[in-house]
């Protein structure tokens, strides 16, 4: 009885260890992903990632599973500043929106903290995806910068709901026609975040591949409850 229990205990300050080193991998790759990230925005050329980006859309248009499998297997990550300004650009548009809202508004006066959290809310949805996809998958040797990579491209049709969504504040009476749109974009979103869960996990086996980007939604989720605490909804 006595072994019993020693073993328990034993097993269980095993587990606390490896916990309390996980949360520490999670902590020491989010520090260097940023630090990496605002190394790459000091030395991002513009013009030429646009052109990357212009590329990547083309390749994303027409063979999107594939163009996400090439994404996320890229050893050298060479999307990443790409993909840096895509969240970028997301949250100038989310910020354009908020400004053109209030502009066109007879009642409301600009408010700056509603308008911030708005425009930081694609950053942290990205961020809390990409943490979400490392830690269900944290058995593989990826970078956290490899996830907010695949992430952002998998979240490319969200980015063009929010251009959508701006031409709508000019063309109320075209609601009818852009909502189907929107939803479908959405749907598409979903889809490709399937796909980058199965090549980030490198699983092969479909109902495996649905358990894991169920859990990835989950923690997503989790993630996102904790933020919604800051009045931020992503």
Same mark, same amino acid.
């Given at each position: 009885?006595?072994?019993?229990?020693? *073993?328990?205990? /034993?097993? $269980?300050? %095993?587990?606390?260890?490896?916990?309390?080193? @996980?949360?520490?991998?999670?902590?020491? &790759? #989010?520090?260097?992903?940023?630090?990496?990230?605002?190394?790459?925005?000091?030395? *991002?050329?513009? /013009?030429? $990632?646009? %052109?990357?980006?212009?590329?990547?859309?083309? @390749?994303?248009?027409?063979?999107?599973? &594939? #163009?996400?499998?090439?994404?996320?297997?890229?050893?050298?990550?060479?999307?990443?500043?790409?993909?840096?300004?895509?969240?970028?650009?997301?949250?100038?548009?989310?910020?354009?929106?908020?400004?053109?809202?209030?502009?066109?508004?007879?009642?409301?006066?600009?408010?700056?903290?509603?308008?911030?959290?708005?425009?930081?809310?694609?950053?942290?949805?990205?961020?809390?995806?990409?943490?979400?996809?490392?830690?269900?998958?944290?058995?593989?040797?990826?970078?956290?910068?490899?996830?907010?990579?695949?992430?952002?491209?998998?979240?490319?049709?969200?980015?063009?709901?929010?251009?959508?969504?701006?031409?709508?504040?000019?063309?109320?009476?075209?609601?009818?026609?852009?909502?189907?749109?929107?939803?479908?974009?959405?749907?598409?979103?979903?889809?490709?975040?399937?796909?980058?869960?199965?090549?980030?996990?490198?699983?092969?086996?479909?109902?495996?591949?649905?358990?894991?980007?169920?859990?990835?939604?989950?923690?997503?989720?989790?993630?996102?409850?904790?933020?919604?605490?800051?009045?931020?909804?992503?």
């Amino acid at each position: 009885m006595y072994k019993i229990i020693v *073993i328990q205990k /034993k097993g $269980e300050k %095993e587990m606390e260890e490896n916990q309390e080193n @996980k949360a520490e991998e999670l902590k020491q &790759e #989010t520090v260097n992903t940023f630090n990496q990230a605002k190394e790459q925005m000091k030395n *991002i050329n513009f /013009k030429e $990632e646009a %052109e990357i980006g212009k590329g990547l859309l083309k @390749k994303l248009w027409k063979n999107p599973v &594939e #163009t996400i499998k090439e994404v996320v297997n890229d050893k050298e990550n060479k999307c990443f500043k790409t993909a840096l300004l895509l969240v970028a650009v997301w949250a100038i548009v989310e910020l354009l929106k908020m400004i053109l809202m209030f502009s066109m508004s007879e009642y409301a006066d600009f408010e700056f903290l509603p308008t911030l959290k708005v425009t930081v809310a694609p950053i942290l949805k990205v961020i809390a995806m990409a943490l979400a996809l490392y830690f269900v998958n944290n058995r593989v040797k990826d970078s956290i910068t490899k996830s907010l990579t695949s992430v952002t491209i998998a979240h490319v049709p969200g980015i063009i709901v929010s251009i959508i969504e701006i031409i709508s504040l000019f063309a109320v009476e075209a609601i009818k026609i852009i909502s189907p749109i929107i939803s479908i974009l959405n749907i598409i979103t979903a889809i490709l975040m399937y796909f980058t869960v199965k090549a980030y996990a490198k699983e092969e086996n479909e109902e495996n591949t649905v358990k894991k980007f169920i859990l990835v939604q989950a923690v997503f989720y989790l993630i996102r409850f904790v933020i919604s605490y800051l009045g931020i909804s992503i």
